[in-house]
Every structure is written in structure tokens, then in C-alpha cells.
């Protein structure tokens, strides 16, 4: 049996040099619990490309043989030296199908699966048979590639807006993949869902889908906008991708700005409604405005998957993996706009495209 | 009886005038549980300031008579909507001697007493005796003015860290009455603590109090010396009144390389050490800035006086009421650097003096 690998890994070295490059090896036989499976897609995430490239500045990119280089700018550097000299591995999550599998396993084998757990922007992946969502025959290896980071994601902010009290969600910016799902499960579940995107295109694409409130953060009347909409939902809870910037600030305001509708006198310390603002991803990594017009009842913080799911009790847990299983190409059915080989992830040209952050457009790598 | 009152009162006009005037008034003879207080002595606290001023220009102050008036700034006035047209009470807190008293509180005739609850900066009050903390025979008025607000603030602080499982705090700017006050509690439980000051007067001044952990923003090695003194005592929870700038981020990523030193690889998500940052304060009003190299485990949030002691339960409430009045001279004294009148707080002069709200040059009013 074959069991070369090829992965792609990420290094900074302490003079601020990064380099990505496909490292070889070959894998061991499967143990117990095991499955060696080959990689047959796996999407590139913004947490993925946070880990690949880092703080790099993306203008020094070069190509060194098969390998990729950048720098890290001196200021960047500080928050680095954890990673420094590490070759690390890249891609949270794919699919693919068991090609090996350990002695208590063999019934898997040939069967296609999801997986989640890092090093998956490789041609093989050893793995914990636990760590893998087995799909229903004849699903696409495309279908379960993206089964974990944004489904349970999605899943997540619902059941966080559960577990501390709130009644509807605010999320930025809203027009990504993960968006469409929350609104696809927001309109099944009759949750309150104030969508924020930043295009025309954008609100025509989720009122598509059904969401019924969707704000342009592009228009002059963004703030009104969604001050109403915030009235009209109820929603104390915010979900922010971008992270830099003022979107959480500007989101908390206009909630505030709603509680103060019903406060009978004025209150110098603001209204006693708490409003959350949760940050869960750094498409701008610069630092977070607060312009704290909110009064004194409110909390901002980051939100991770990984925690989240520590935090939910098991069943919930489970029930959430049950769904995505159930809705895969439904509910959670992700779009691409181009599929890339791990040799192509490594081209100048191709880096800069898929680096783009823009919305809706992800890239598979199809190893 | 004279029950003819003169009442400090701050108005906001649409057109953005600010006024502060004194209001003439006849009080009502106190009813069923009231007393009727001569007010002796009121501090002028940070909170107070933010009602008596709001957001005005104060280089627009000027005399009207026996009226001050000031500017509001346009781009501030929008906050200020919920105050418009109207003539609000100021000052929260004082002390003074029960002059008229209910038919049931008789007994607290000529007794003085510590109270809470607004428009203390005046010549009488009408209070709920419940509302007042009746002092020690012998104790002075000055001794009495300021037992809520700050005591009970430096006692929530410790309950908060205990409530939510911290074992240290950070609290920033630490020389302040307030911050010396959580100086003697802290040495006295045993609770770790780190100060961080803005001169080395203000070190010495800490340490003379018995503070262990003094750092002082000032000086080039602040960063380090914050790190080393949050590594020495494990705290993850932060207490800022300044709020505008740069403050909490800064102690939140130092709490972050602290927590780091304890990882045994790199996590891009950095570590899962919940580090919690409470804004208590605004004595900069301007946007809070988070440059967010702390991580996804973090929270920052407002916190405020009354919204904690309605979250801890009642009899840890009434332990701090106690061990306010306990410790009065002691632990709870606060020190001012200037007594005024009334007339006196509405004179431009003065007014410059006490709103330059530098730490421990505290006014008090003496009506």
C-alpha cells in the first residue's frame, strides 16, 4: 500500500522569513482506532489562512523552487514566538475516503468521511476514527468537506444565544457561507436574524434564501436600518467576523439606541439591557473601536468553536452533529468558486486570489 | 422648621446649551419612614462630574449670575437626547445630621447619618431612612460622606473576582481614593493585587499603604514590570476606570504572554486562559481601543456599582455594608484636598480645580 504523503506545512523562522512548502513523509500502517484516509477535499478557511501566512505582508510573496516565501513585518513579530521554527501543518477540516484502517475499523473501509483536526491540506490523513463524521453513501467528498468549522459554527451561535438568554442575532458580515447557513437555520427554527452584508448583491443573495432582515453596511441609511431591525427582532446578541474596526461598537450602539426607546427617564449610566457582542473572527486584524455610547451594561468577547462546544453540554453537542449530518446538502451545503491542487495553493497568483477574503468566494483545495 | 432647600441642578438644553444652577425649593415635612437631613458633607466623584457636565467644551464655561453655562459639543449632543429640558439633581452620595424625622424615626433625631440615592449636593435632603447607614456617635461628616460609592466599588471588585473564580485583580489607575481603599482590602484578605499608577510619587505613596505589586505606566519598563507582577500573582481579571485608550488591551495582552509561558505548543487561537476586563470608569471618554493579541478567551465589559450589587446575593451585600461601617476610619477613609460650598461649585475657577480629576485631589462639598 501506498502510504507517501505529501503536506503542506507553514514555518517562521526567528529572523521573520516564512516559508510554506509540501513537506514528503510516509505514513505508518493505521492502529486500533485508526484510518488512514486520502484527503479528497478540504476548503480553505479565513482560520486556515490565518495559520498559514500569518501576519505576513502579503506583497513580499515569492516563489523558492516548490516552496512559498513572505515576510513578517518586525511588529509582528512578538505575538509569533510561540511558532517560531515549527513546521506546522495546515487545513482544519476535509473529506475523503478510508483507504486503511486500523484492525477494529475495517468496516469503514472504503466508506467516504469528514474529518476534522488539522494537517487535512495533505494527500493522506491518519486519523481517529472519532474524529470523523462517516457520510451517507453516494455523498460527494465536495459535500463533506466543510461539515465541521461552519456547520457547527452556525449551530453554535444558536444554541450560545440559548444558553445565555437572548432571543435573536446579529450578524456580520452575513453574506459568507456560514451566514447563509445561519440564515437557512434562523428561517427553520423561526429565530430573529439581523444580517448584516455590504453589497446590494449581497441582500438580493439572502433574500434569496428567505432572511427577512438584511442591512447594507454600504447605504447611507445603514444606521437606521439597522437600528430598526434590531427593534424588530429584539436582538442583545451580536456575531462579528471582522473583528478590527468599529462593527461590534456600531452594533452595540444601535442596540442601545433601541433599549433607550423604552427607558422612562434619562440614565447616565445608559440602559440596563446587557448587550453581548461576541468577536469570532479577525478578517481585519487590526484593533476592535469601542465607542462606548452603550452605557455601562455590556460585554464584548471572542468566541471560539472549540470552546463553545466544551461549553454546551453533550447532548447538544451531539444533536448539533446529527443536524449537519441530516441537512449536509441542504442547510449546510457550502459553495466554491474554483477547486486548487496543493501545488497551485503555492503560486503566487493563486495565493493572492484565494487570500482575497472576499465573501461567498471559497476555494477548495482538491489534493 | 426651615425646610427651604437649595438644590444643585444640571439642565441640557435642545440647542445644546448646558446650565447649572442652584434651585430654590420648600421640602415637605418628612413622612412615615423619612427623615429630613442637613446636608454637612458630599464628595464630588468622578460619576458626578459625568451628570453635572456631561460631554460640554469646558474651555465654553461661563458665569450667568449665580448660573454657569457651558457649551455641548454637536457630534455629542445625540447622547444627550434622553436629558433634554430636563433639571436634574446631582451628587450621590453624603453625609449630614437628621434635622426632622417620619413619626416612626424619631429615635434618629439629631443622629448622623451616611446616605445614598442623589441630589446630596444641596442644603437638605429628604431621604428614605433606609437609603442611610446611621453613623457612630462621635463620627464627623466628612468621615461619613463617601461610604457607598467608593467602598462598596473596591469590596464589589473582590466579590467579582471571587463570583467569576479569579484569584488576583489589576486595577488601573490604582492611587485613587478607591484604589487605595482596594489596596487595605486586599492586603488585609490576602488577594493578590497589581496597581499600575502614573507616577512614582504615586508608587510611593501604594507602598507606603503596604501594596506589594506597584507598576508605573510612566516609566519604559512598564510593560515588563506589569507582566512580571501579573505572572507573580495569576490575575485574569482586570478593573479600568479610565476606559478611553488603550488600558484593558494592554493588561489583557499582558496577561496573555503570561499564560503563554505555560503552553506547550502553538495555538493560533492563543491560549484558553480566560482573561476578563471590566471598564468601571470613564475618565477618558474617547473609543477603547483592543489590539486583540490576547487570544479568543477574553471579555471585556462594562461594570457598574448598582447593576453588581443586584447580581451578588443579599447577605454578601449586607457583609459590605458592615465591614464598611467596621472600618470607616480605617480602610474606608478617603481624603480630600479641598472643601467647598455650594456657591463656591459653581464658580469657573473653581469648577477647573476640582474637574481636573487627577488622582487623590478628591473636592468635597460642604454645603
Redesign the interface.
Given at each position: 500500500m501506498d502510504r507517501e504523503n505529501l503536506e503542506l506545512r507553514s514555518t517562521i523562522s526567528a529572523d521573520g522569513a516564512l516559508r510554506l512548502h509540501l513537506e514528503p513523509a510516509v505514513l505508518p500502517e493505521p492502529g486500533p482506532g485508526q484510518l488512514l484516509v486520502r484527503v479528497e477535499a478540504a476548503p480553505i478557511n479565513p482560520?486556515d489562512l490565518?495559520?498559514m501566512f500569518g501576519p505576513a505582508d502579503m506583497k513580499s510573496l515569492a516563489q523558492d523552487g516548490q516552496a512559498l516565501t513572505a515576510r513578517i513585518p518586525d511588529g509582528a513579530m512578538?505575538?509569533m514566538?510561540?511558532?517560531i521554527g515549527?513546521s506546522?501543518p495546515v487545513g482544519n477540516e476535509g473529506a475523503g475516503t478510508v483507504i486503511e484502517a486500523g484492525p477494529d475499523q475495517k468496516h469503514l473501509l472504503g466508506r467516504r468521511v469528514a474529518m476534522l483536526g488539522g494537517a487535512m491540506y495533505a494527500r493522506l490523513r491518519l486519523i481517529e476514527a472519532k474524529d470523523c463524521l462517516v457520510l451517507p453513501e453516494g455523498a460527494s467528498a465536495e459535500e463533506g468537506a466543510a461539515l465541521f468549522v461552519n456547520p457547527l459554527t452556525a449551530l453554535g451561535f444558536v444554541e450560545t444565544m440559548r444558553a445565555e438568554g437572548h432571543k435573536a442575532i446579529v450578524h456580520a458580515p452575513a453574506a459568507s457561507n456560514l451566514g447563509q447557513m445561519l440564515v437557512r437555520i434562523c428561517k427553520a427554527d423561526g429565530i430573529g436574524l439581523v444580517n448584516i452584508v455590504r453589497s446590494p448583491e449581497q441582500v438580493a443573495m439572502l433574500r434569496e434564501l428567505g432572511a427577512t432582515h438584511v442591512v447594507d453596511s454600504s447605504t447611507d441609511s445603514f444606521l437606521d436600518d439597522l437600528t430598526e431591525a434590531i427593534a424588530a427582532t429584539g436582538a442583545t446578541l451580536s456575531f462579528d467576523a471582522i473583528?478590527?474596526g468599529e462593527m461590534t461598537?456600531t452594533i452595540l450602539n444601535a442596540m442601545e439606541a433601541v433599549a433607550?426607546r423604552s427607558?422612562t427617564?434619562?440614565?447616565?449610566?445608559g440602559s440596563?439591557v446587557l448587550k453581548q457582542g461576541y468577536?469570532?473572527g479577525?478578517l481585519d486584524?487590526g484593533?476592535?473601536?469601542?465607542?462606548?455610547?452603550f452605557?455601562?451594561?455590556?460585554?464584548?468577547?471572542?468566541?471560539?468553536l472549540?470552546?463553545a462546544l466544551q461549553r454546551l453540554d453533550p447532548a447538544t453537542v451531539e444533536r448539533m452533529r446529527q443536524r449537519v449530518l441530516a441537512e449536509m446538502t441542504t442547510t449546510f451545503a457550502s459553495h466554491y468558486i474554483a477547486r486548487i491542487t496543493l501545488e497551485q495553493a503555492l503560486q503566487p497568483e493563486t495565493v493572492a486570489a484565494y487570500m482575497r477574503k472576499s465573501t461567498g468566494a471559497k476555494y477548495l483545495l482538491t489534493p
Open positions: 482560520s490565518g495559520l512578538p505575538a514566538q510561540a511558532r515549527q506546522l473583528g478590527g461598537s433607550a427607558m427617564g434619562y440614565d447616565r449610566y440596563s468577536i469570532y479577525s486584524t484593533p476592535s473601536v469601542l465607542r462606548r455610547g452605557g455601562f451594561s455590556w460585554r464584548v468577547g471572542g468566541w471560539l472549540f470552546h
